[in-house]
């Protein structure tokens, strides 16, 4: 069982930054890939950004530029800087583990931009 604690989350002004952490139970040579989603009031959850084990990335095209996820072996932790926070941005952000065939998933982190 893997488990997966968010943090980092809050309330910040457009324009501003975060950046939220996930922290696994298990090291990551155990674990495939990991991404971060996020999931806003009324609609379906889509993922922000994925690291896979040789630290290739992907950006959903809404957050290229904006977005870096990164990873810290040593800390088990994956990372999510976020620049440039618009309100559209505010939702629940959730991490997710893939090992094998499994998905595990985080409690998520509130986020929340004011304009």
């Known amino acids: 069982q893997v488990q997966l604690v968010e943090s980092g989350g809050g309330l910040v002004q457009a324009g501003g930054s975060l950046r939220l952490s996930c922290t696994t139970s298990?090291?990551?040579?155990?674990?495939?890939?990991m991404s971060w989603y996020r999931q806003a009031p009324g609609k379906l959850r889509e993922r922000v950004a994925r690291i896979t084990t040789d630290g290739t990335t992907t950006y959903a095209e809404s957050v290229k530029g904006r977005f870096t996820i990164s990873r810290d072996n040593a800390k088990n932790t994956m990372y999510l800087q976020m620049n440039s926070l618009n309100p559209e941005n505010t939702a629940v952000y959730y991490c997710?583990?893939?090992?094998?065939?499994?998905?595990?998933w985080g409690k998520g982190t509130q986020v929340t931009v004011s304009s």
């Open positions: 997710r583990a893939q090992v094998r065939k499994y998905y595990y």
């Open positions: 298990v090291s990551f040579f155990s674990i495939n890939a």
